[in-house]
């Protein structure tokens, strides 16, 4: 079984022969989904102490060496100012030119051809108008918010009409909807102005058979429901101080395939046995019905012996069928 199939077969809870990190990928993400400038330095993988703005025009300052950066400045802070404000062109060949220019290089037999959206709609949005003010104007400019929703949902639109014509077969998408011990904001708030945006992207996809994984860190049990009924096949990170495991496997179990839930913190922090034991128990705890991939809640600078054990472990006990561990 090759790769690629045996990520097939994780994410339909098949027969898969192992279980792995994630699906195999080639990107052809556009140029600026990782906040990247027109022109100047900038971008996650910019020294420390760099200042920018991307594509949006959203001001970012990188402060730590591993870590994306902050964003700083916001330039539609003022709601009031939606309708003329000037939103990106998906269709600007700055943006969508690698987007081609990728695909054409992939390795398409094996690996799925894959293209980001990251930041999709909740993020992208208070990137551009600030969280304070986004919270704020759910209540007192509700009209405004859905305006900014929409036209960042168009674009990501536009950029999705570019990747299906290059062949794309695994959408990324995501917006970090949780925080440790609860959503963001209510349910109410959620299903009213974002999921109608969400199924817009969605349910191009899937008339076109596309995978669709969906990232949201944070306590999302209460909402695992939209995320299965949207359609995301693949949900991470799953945190594992952020959410019961056993209850989200047990939602999720043949309806949705689950990557992450290996505490970044234990990773962190070692020791060594305290990683090997923990990945054992979530091996079988996620993946012993298949639709798991086994990997870190968070990505961070890890320290290179942890992170290598992490791995270790995954390839010496993650083939099936899976062998429960002592303390499981």
Sequence with gaps: MTPKENALEIMRFGCPERIVGGPPSADCSYFGV????????????????????????????????????????????????????????????????QIYEKAEQADREGKFLTGSHRETLWERSYNLVGMDNLMIGFMDEPNAVKAVFHAVMDFQLGIARHYLAVGLEFAGLGDDLGSQRGLLFSREILEEFLVPEYRRLFDLYKRNGIWIGFHSCGHIEPILDVFMDLGVNVLNPIQASANDLDVVRARTRGRMAIAGGVSTHTIMQGPLEAIQEETRQRLWQLGRDGGYFCRPDQGMPFPEPHIAAFNRTVAEHGFYPLRRPAAA
Excluded at 62 to 75: C, D, N, T
Excluded at 77 to 91: I, Y
């Design 34 to 97: 990782n906040h990247q400038p027109f022109s100047g330095e900038g971008g996650h993988h910019s020294p420390v102490g760099t200042r920018w703005h991307d594509i949006w025009g959203i001001g970012w300052q990188k402060a730590l060496e591993g870590v994306m950066g902050m964003a700083r400045e916001h330039p539609l802070s003022d709601l009031r100012k939606v309708d003329s404000f000037s939103f990106p062109d998906p269709d600007d060949p700055r943006i969508c030119a």
